[in-house]
Each structure stands twice: as structure tokens, then as C-alpha cells.
């Protein structure tokens, strides 16, 4: 049977949710009256068979690329989708980084590629090691997969890993696909997109985590326009036309996008330093920090993770993703950037439940 879902995915829209809510990955959402239109100029239908052109613009514009390169899509979910499916066959040799966001594992699997991995060791901070990445590529190997910023860690990949990460991509005739969702949360010197720097890159994001305005599901593939021509054909297999009030709304988006950023970035950054003071203080966890991004991945030293954050939920209302769903069970990701009320009360009842957790060890 071909693997046809995803455990992750089904977890967070089902068991995630919690007064306390530290499984969360994307900053607060932005109300619809704080985008730049006029509501009753929204419509419902348009000229966009192919994306509407104002908005691929936008998205062209945002990175420095041709609107030919740009292929709109719903989320970096259904990017990811369209960029792996158009470029790989059944059998196909396909590199993913371990641990690994579980959906992009799942989407791999469907189109019934052969997963292989290349590891990002915790010892090593998370970091991409070039070297290990080239004992694991092959010949047959037809597409490497990472994100950057690194789900969960929010580790950063520099451009020069990635310019050699393109090199041996290109060495084999494969190419390397990077999602790019978290990008935009390095808040300092943000990097530019790495499908600047060969042709060997494809790309995808969205506006869905560092922008606030998840549900309008603005995503988004760069690639050299011949496969984005391709992904766009895939996609009338899936959707006829994107949703046209969405796009516009998309634009809107896009003409106050600095604004929003930095809306969400005051809150990113003081959890993020609740969160430094916090883990200085605990004995039991331990975690690679970094100064950008919008989760963490720390890892419980003692004790079964799964029966802590059982209990975490139960007993003290708070939530957090496991590991497991990184294939990582000791550890476990926490989001930031969504309240920081409600941030500072999740980090208490962790901390509360690490004390009763470790006098009562499972
Ligand atoms: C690395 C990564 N890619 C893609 C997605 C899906 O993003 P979207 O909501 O834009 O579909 C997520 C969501 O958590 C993610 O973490």
C-alpha cells in the first residue's frame, strides 16, 4: 500500500491544541481590518488561470527573481508537493535531511521515491555537514531536500553550505529543493533566497509562518521557468484556479509586508529571550539556541519525552510537538512569536512539570 497520510499533520490538527499552546511553529495571526484593502473591493472571481499576474509579481519582486520562475500554490505544503512530484519519478533516489519536517517524509513516500537520508548531527549544532552529505549522494540521487531555516531547530544554513550543497546536487544531474517557510524570521541580515545562487535550486515558501495570514494559504515554488511550467500544468490536476479573493488579499499582504514582519517579530524575539533565561535554568533539558527563527528543539536528559508531554498536556494544560514526529524522541519542539502571555505561562507550567517529573521519574 502507498503511504497516503501524515502522522504529524494529523497530531497538530487534532492533539495540539492547549490553553497553554507551545506546539505552534508560525507567529500571531494578523486580523483581516490590518491588511491595506478596502473589503468591498474584495472579489471573488478574476483573470488568474494561471496565478494572478499582480501576485506573482509580488512574489518576484519579494525575492529578485523572474515572475516566470514563480509558480503560486496553496502553502508551502502544496509547493512542496508540486516541486517534488514534478521533478521525481517512482524508484527515484531522493536525499532528505534527518530529522526531517514528518510531512515532507510523507509527501516523498507517496510519490513512492527511494528516501534516502543524510543526518544533521545535534553534536554538531544541527548544522548541514557538506562532507556527510557527500558520502550519502549517489549517482541515481535526482533530488536533495532541506529546509532553511531547519524545521524544527531553526538552524541556518549559510550560503556557502548551500553553493556546495547545489554543487553536488549538480554533480549528478539532481536538484536541491529548499524550503525557505522560515526564512524570512532571520529578523537580522535576512538571507536572500538560495534560488539565487544557481540553477540547480528550487525553492518554495509562503506567508503562512513569519507573516501572520496562514489562512490565506499565499505559497509559492521558484524554479527555472521550464519545470515551473511543468509544477503549473501538475497543479490543474489539483486545483483549477487558485482562490481569487485570497490573492487579493495576498497583494495587499505583500504591499505591508515589513510592517507585518516586524508586528511579529517584537513578540518572536521577547519569547525567545523569555525562553534563553528559561533554559538556563533547567537542569534537565538541553538545547542548540539560535538568535532567528520561530522554534526550538530541546532535548529531556532523563525520562521518556512522550510520558512527560502526555502529562504536560494533561495535567498543566500546555502542549508541545514530540520528537517523534522528527524521528527524534527524546526531544521536542516549542514555537514562539504567537503571545507572549501565554509563552511565559507555558514555560512555567514546563517548568512545574519538570520538577513533579523528575520526583516522580516515568
Ligand atoms: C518546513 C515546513 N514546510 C512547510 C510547512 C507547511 O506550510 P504551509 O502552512 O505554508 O502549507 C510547514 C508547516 O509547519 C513547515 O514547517
Not at 531536500?145 to 554533480?171: K, Q, Y
Amino acid at each position: 500500500m502507498r503511504h497516503k497520510h501524515s502522522d504529524y499533520m494529523h497530531w497538530s490538527k487534532t492533539q495540539s491544541h492547549a490553553r497553554f499552546n507551545l506546539a505552534t511553529s508560525g507567529v500571531a495571526p494578523c486580523p483581516v481590518c490590518e491588511l491595506p484593502i478596502d473589503l468591498k473591493e474584495l472579489e471573488i472571481n478574476g483573470d488568474n488561470n494561471y496565478g494572478y499576474p499582480p501576485l506573482q509579481q509580488a512574489i518576484a519582486a519579494h525575492h529578485g527573481v523572474d515572475p516566470e520562475c514563480v509558480v503560486e500554490s496553496a502553502g508551502t505544503s502544496m509547493a512542496n508537493h508540486l516541486a517534488m512530484a514534478a521533478i521525481i519519478e517512482p524508484g527515484d533516489e531522493v536525499l532528505i535531511e534527518h530529522p526531517a519536517y514528518g510531512p515532507i517524509l510523507d509527501v516523498a513516500h507517496y510519490l513512492q521515491a527511494n528516501v534516502k537520508r543524510f543526518r544533521r548531527a545535534e553534536e554538531n549544532g544541527w548544522a548541514i555537514d557538506p562532507a556527510e552529505l557527500r558520502r550519502r549522494i549517489t549517482p541515481k540521487t535526482r533530488l536533495i531536500v532541506i529546509t532553511n531555516l531547519h524545521n524544527p531547530t531553526s538552524v541556518l544554513t549559510s550560503d556557502p553550505v548551500l553553493r556546495e550543497i547545489g554543487d553536488m546536487a549538480g554533480s549528478v544531474g539532481a536538484l536541491a529543493l529548499v524550503d525557505e517557510v522560515y526564512l524570512d524570521a532571520v529578523y537580522e541580515n535576512t538571507p536572500r533566497t538560495a534560488f539565487r545562487l544557481g540553477s540547480e535550486f528550487v525553492v518554495t515558501s509562503s506567508l503562512t509562518k513569519v507573516y501572520g495570514v496562514s489562512g490565506l494559504r499565499c505559497g509559492w515554488i521558484l524554479a527555472q521557468p521550464d519545470l515551473a511550467g511543468k509544477m503549473r500544468r501538475l497543479n490543474d490536476l489539483y486545483s483549477a484556479t487558485p482562490v481569487f479573493p485570497g490573492e487579493l488579499l495576498s497583494v495587499a499582504a505583500f504591499t505591508k509586508l515589513n510592517l507585518l514582519r516586524e508586528r511579529a517579530r517584537r513578540i518572536v524575539e521577547t519569547d525567545r529571550k523569555l525562553f534563553h533565561d528559561f533554559l538556563a535554568e533547567q537542569s534537565n533539558l538541553c538545547a542548540v539556541s539560535t538568535s532567528w527563527g520561530t522554534t526550538s528543539f530541546p532535548r529531556l536528559l532523563n525520562g521518556n519525552t512522550d510520558a512527560f508531554l502526555k502529562r504536560l498536556r494533561s495535567e498543566f494544560d500546555t502542549s508541545a510537538v514530540p520528537g517523534r514526529f522528527f524521528e527524534m524522541p527524546d526531544h521536542f519542539r516549542i514555537g514562539m512569536g504567537v503571545n507572549t502571555e501565554m509563552f511565559a505561562e507555558g514555560l512555567n507550567q514546563l517548568s512545574r512539570a519538570l520538577i513533579l517529573f523528575d520526583e516522580h521519574a516515568i
